[in-house]
């Protein structure tokens, strides 16, 4: 019998760049390049978000909900984040996007994917997955996500409310929408 393969943090970032592309067409070799991944990363990702029900059977639509409660619930256990040294970088968590302007932080709170195209200074936090620095250049949706996912990953109870009521739209909500 084969082993099921536990997810790793490329899944997630996938599973988030396909739902920042909206219901948009996509072609695994699309999401390889736009991820600084391999054509084979994608596929064997695709398959452990399938056999996690966190894609459908098709490996094409988000679980939504699934998604939204494993973020919300596992993904900080899972995928644990510690912010470090002071840090020029990509801001993130709750200083970009939506919460930037939801939660007041001083320069001391900053975080940041560090990164030498970063323009922020900030405490430096790993990205869920290495090539996500450079992955959300052309994709401000995609980042907004993946902050609000640091969020999740790093935050106090204030934030990490904020950042899930922040997901729950554009996860659940918007999929009625459309």
Known sequence: MRQIQSLKPQDIVIVLKIVALGGHPWKQLDLARDLGLSQAEVTFALERLKRSGLIDDTKRKPMRLALFEFIVHGLKYVFPARPGAISRGIPTAHSFGPLSK?????????????????????????????????????????????????????????????????????????????
């Open 102 to 178: 939801k939660i007041v932080a001083s320069d001391q709170s900053q975080f940041v994917w560090p990164s030498e195209d970063g323009a922020v200074r900030g405490q430096a936090i790993e990205p869920l997955y290495e090539t996500v620095p450079n992955s959300i250049k052309n994709d401000e949706e995609f980042h907004k996500l993946l902050a609000l996912v640091d969020s999740i990953r790093i935050g106090r109870a204030r934030e990490i409310e904020i950042a899930a009521n922040e997901l729950r739209k554009r996860l659940l909500e918007k999929e009625r929408g459309t």
